[in-house]
């Protein structure tokens, strides 16, 4: 697993809530829901290349 950097992130107390009940539905904890959705914007906007899978490299 790749080393994860640490950083402090200030948002509204209403956009917490609303995250936080997101993730909850996911079964993720919040800072995984913001990593999920910070990965699917990466990867959607190409500035993430998708992880191929084990599985099929040949």
Do not use: T
């Amino acid at each position: 697993m790749p080393d994860k950097k640490n950083f402090v992130l200030r948002i509204e107390e209403e956009v917490y809530k609303a995250l936080e009940k997101w993730a909850s539905d996911e079964f993720r904890s919040v800072n995984g829901q913001l990593e999920w959705i910070i990965d699917q914007a990466l990867k959607d906007s190409g500035r993430k290349k998708p992880v191929k899978d084990a599985k099929n490299k040949s």
